[in-house]
């Protein structure tokens, strides 16, 4: 054998040694996938075909007590075009009906969108922004314009869709509904979260081709569970009428910020609660919740309480007299005195909160208190005032009762400043818990802001009333107290807003605002006083005055002093015209004795009702500037289906008057 034959032949042999060796390997390989890594390859074979979709849950809806939307959830829709992706043929012969299309739509002009679309063809743009938070008829509306109802790949369409809660009623009631996002656990949805939160499901699901994928069973492997809905206490005509009485008054006086409060006497239930505040372009909105949050000085309101101490006692009578001198005294130097100048010489004590003597009540309590102010702090405390209410809505203001045991802050005058409302710190709901009390025959009741519970249409859980205090005082103490206040209606201070078809019973109040000791740019310390510019007007009380069904409180900050600022001026209207709102709508037969209350601030209204029924059955009426609940009385009496939006009075019709009346056709109201 030659040595070349021999070379090839140890070549060929190396080749055929390497080539065994690389088999041998693939064989071991084999077998280590076969026996030993089987389960994993097989795994991840499985998990870049078949996946586990999540199912998402609905959240629970917040209803009022008549089953209004207040708070749901609901899609919205942003969307982009991928101006990349159409053709020049297509593009070219449709840019122009797009622009007009869009300029339609969302206000600009066809030669700024076509600009805009051409602009970013040039530059490639593939995710031009079109239009933001969409619901679901406007995004069907532009999915149909031109070039968009191609699709995605001819037509690059992008849409973004998303979950957002939505306020069917608008900004009213905002800060009690609430929310619960980014911005913390705020109102209802916050305090009940854990109940309209639901339980998210799954299914099975296969990869097929393109990248698209279908469930594997018939059915999802574990349902979602919705969430509950929050069936709450708010009446949504009641909160309408006192969200407008409160807005009309602060636009009235120019004031800070205010608000009202109305609840159902023997359940606590809120029926309305309506906080406003006022923007730097002097509009209002609902920027928090003063009426759970704001603790501050009630001055005059308070009075009824230190009546109710001395009375609960017996130091004294409603009888018992009291010398207000001329209408001015000093205690260590500090000056306590009357609106009314040269005082009201000798009066009662049930007078002196008729008028609101400032140097009465101080003077009677005072004289039977001052050797032991231990005890009217104490009784005060009994009453529950110095404690809060426990609401489930976070962010309750804490009270404030000055004690003589707090020897760093009770002083020589604290015991007489606190009789009159000064010194002392609540919120508007802790007063109007204390007044709901006097109507309550003396039952101090929890507020209330959710009756309910409902899943899957069934009430599952009812939350029943929460008693505070079985009694506050006797029964005699309470209806003294009620007789008073009545007073204060009838012949006192609030005299501006009696009328003899129904009665109500309350208390004004008046109070100076403190400014507090703060720094000034130059480092310079300021305040530490009370103002005699800046006020706070109330109003607390309860109707029908002999068989009160609901409480109501008014509170007003900082109205503009040239137009107004006492209780009676400011706060004590609103009052009235949400009583006479909600005594219209519901009159109460004790109270009426077959005639019917002629009331001003509803007479225009019953006008324009009976002016539009009157009008012919064969067109559509106009009820634009009708309230939204009288609108809906006259066009469903008329056979039509009414949808709407918004509270107050009618904004707009989509149906125009004069047209023709076709029973069964729906028409939507814009209301204010």
Known sequence: MSANQKDILNRLSIVVVLMTLFLVAIFVKIARIQYLEGEKYQNLSYHSTIRKDTIFYNRGNVVSQKGNLLATSMSKYDIRMDVVTVSDEVFEKNVHALSEALSEMFGKSVYEYKSYLRKARRSKNRYLFIARNLGYMDYLKVKSFPIFKLGVYKGGFITEQRT????????????TIGYDDYRGLVGIEGAYSEYLEGSLGWRMKQKIAKNQWKPINDNNEVEPKDGSDIITTIDVNVQDIAHHALLEQLETFEADHGCVAVMETKTGAIKAIANLGRTSKNTYFEK?????????EPGSTFKVASLLVALEDKVIDTGTVVDTEKGKIYIHKKKVEDSHRGGYGKISAA??????????????IREHYKQDPQKFVDAVEEIGLGSKLGLEIKGEGEPYIPNPKDKKRWNGISLEWMAWGYGVSLTPLQILTF???????????????VSALRNEGKVDKVFEKTILNKRIASVETVKKLRAVLENVVKNGTATNIYTPHFSMAGKTGTAKKYIPVTKNADGEFEGGYYSNKQYVASFAGFFPADNPVYSCIVVVHNPNKKKGYYGAT??????????????????????VQNVLPMLETVDEDFENYYEVINESYVTIPNVKGMAGMDAVSVLENLGLKVQFSGAG?????????????IKGATIVLQLS
């Not at 957002?164 to 800060?175: L, N, S, T």
């Not at 009426?291 to 501050?296: D, L």
């Not at 007078?351 to 009677?364: D, M, Q």
């Open 164 to 175: 957002v809660r939505a306020h069917p009623i608008g900004k009213i009631a905002e800060r």
């Open 288 to 296: 928090r919740n003063y009426a759970v949050w704001e603790s501050h």
């Open 351 to 364: 007078r002196t909160i008729e008028v609101s003597s400032n140097v009465g009540i101080v003077k009677l």
């Open 435 to 449: 007044y709901n009390a006097i109507a309550n025959d003396g039952v101090m009741v929890k507020p209330q802001f």
């Open 570 to 591: 400011v706060a004590a209207p609103v009052f009235k015209k949400i009583a006479e709102k909600m005594y219209a709508s519901a009159p109460i037969k004790k109270e």
């Open 649 to 661: 009075k009618v904004k707009s019709q989509s149906i125009k008057k004069g047209r023709k009346l």
